[in-house]
């Protein structure tokens, strides 16, 4: 079977959808580039190594790596290691998206403009990264907040509105399966073939440092996002308005809430599976900003991208066999499988990648991360797509995010608090930061998948898109 041989992809909109996402991939790319050149910029401003040890005296990096001294300096205006300031920030980044997706989510099944708002937020998203290409070590502080706060919120902005316009597309769990996960193959494609080239060109070929190859990805970021999203908006339509907006501007903040306290009464099941999403969503969350860290302070992995950059190579392997097995097996059994490949990796790394000598062991679990990932997401959200409402796809969109994110300020918290804390001595702390990650995608698993029955699910969806959530009339 083709990767394009559902009956969907002949609609026009669905190469407009999978336009979005590869300017989302390579979008994704360039701001792990700018998070590394950051990092690296800070230890650099303290005198540090790219990895975060301590240069002392006359010291070669080399015998710096080997004496293995953390960096003793501290974020500005924290108090913390560099590390726990920037998994602070990170958190913080995380629960203002939280309390933003509710609103976001309820105004758009309000909007006349859902086109001109999708297509939107991913342009504020691509001009956004121009004022990334002026980091150095004196601004790198304002640059972190101008990353946390700007970059990552408008990319999280713009789900809601082309996840529904991905659901409108669809006609029936099967073909959803199908644009999702050919969808999350074309993004993740693209992320890989940003980061190689960007990596090989301005590392290999020009041999520039991490925050050079940064620059080099935030200006190749805008070359392909700008002519991709002109090709966007020659695809993409006005979807009709699902609801009609009444009173005031407020009025998508009480519909948010009167759905909550609806699904509440009515539709158990959905919430089980939203607060299994919590739990996986923390896992994935805190895995992709915890991954690069863990690799440059505890296996002195210089340049982390290209680890990033092995997990990326085999998303879209997940991606395909998500797509495939999920059509033949459900694609809540084929979530469950995924998830179990997660934890099993998860545990591997815990256990017995700990110090410089394990280097080789992250790249064979790199491929699990990345067979994981790649096909977690599209099968997680397939099975929503199947137990929600009809007719409220877009609000619905915006309680699902709202519960993928309620737990993703946890895991960096929790890393930023052991390093700082020295939990379980300086060696091990990084250790015990990443370890939470494996109980949330063992709840994960078990909320979403051993414990669901999405069959039922599927009964309760249709009972409970007879209800009405704002109100009489």
């Known amino acids: 079977m083709g990767l394009l041989s559902s009956p969907v992809f002949d609609k026009k909109e669905s190469r407009g959808y999978i336009a979005c996402m590869v300017v989302r991939g390579a979008g994704f790319s360039s701001s792990l580039f700018v998070q590394f050149s950051l990092i690296s910029l800070a230890y650099r401003s303290m005198r540090c190594t790219s990895t975060g040890k301590q240069l002392l005296g006359n010291q070669t990096v080399a015998e710096a790596e080997d004496a293995g001294i953390d960096c003793q300096g501290e974020f500005p205006g924290t108090g913390m290691p560099v590390i726990s300031g920037f998994a602070l920030l990170s958190s913080i980044s995380s629960v203002l998206t939280f309390l933003s997706f509710p609103l976001l989510g309820a105004f758009a099944d309000t909007t006349p403009q859902r086109k001109t708002f999708t297509i939107g937020t991913l342009l504020l998203y691509v001009v956004y990264s121009f004022p990334l290409i002026f980091i150095d070590e004196g601004n790198w502080p304002v640059y972190v907040f101008v990353s946390l706060f700007g970059m990552q919120i408008l990319r999280d902005f713009h789900n809601p509105c082309i996840a529904a316009y991905c659901t409108e ?10 644009l999702q996960s050919v969808g999350r193959f074309y993004e993740l494609v693209s992320g890989l073939v940003m980061l190689g080239a960007v990596g090989l060109v301005g590392g290999g070929g020009m041999g520039l440092d991490i925050k050079g190859i940064a620059v080099i990805g935030n200006i ?17 339509q006005e979807r009709p308005v699902l609801r009609q907006r009444r009173g005031s501007i407020l009025d998508p903040l009480f519909q948010f809430f009167s759905t909550v306290k609806e699904l509440w009464r009515t539709n158990t099941a959905l919430l089980q599976y939203l607060c299994g999403v919590a739990c996986t969503d923390c896992s994935i969350s805190g895995l992709v900003f915890l991954l690069p860290i863990y690799a440059m302070q505890q296996l002195n992995i210089a340049n982390p991208a290209y680890l990033v950059g092995l997990v990326m190579l085999f998303c879209p392997l997940g991606a395909i066999i998500g797509k495939n097995l999920g059509s033949r097996t459900g694609a809540r059994h084929c979530y469950v499988a995924f998830l179990a490949l997660l934890v099993v990796s998860q545990v591997v790394g815990v256990a017995f990648v700990t110090k410089p000598e394990h280097v080789l062991r992250i790249y064979p679990l790199s491929v699990g991360f990345g067979v994981a990932l790649g096909g977690i997401m599209p099968m997680q959200k397939s099975v929503y797509m199947s137990v929600i409402p009809s007719g409220q796809e877009v609000e619905m969109q915006g309680i699902y995010l709202l519960f993928s994110q309620v737990l993703s300020f946890f895991p960096n918290l929790w890393f930023g608090y052991c390093v700082s804390a020295e939990v379980g001595g300086e060696s091990n702390s990084r250790r015990a930061g990443v370890g939470a990650l494996v109980a949330f995608s063992i709840a994960g698993m078990c909320l979403c998948g051993l414990f669901f029955d999405d069959e039922r699910g599927k009964v309760k969806a249709q009972e409970t898109a007879k209800l009405r959530f704002r109100g009489k009339g």
């Open 169 to 178: 597309i669809a006609e029936g769990e099967e073909q959803l399966v199908a």
């Open 220 to 236: 190749a970021f805008l070359g392909l996002g700008l002519p991709t999203l002109a090709f966007v908006s020659t695809r993409l």
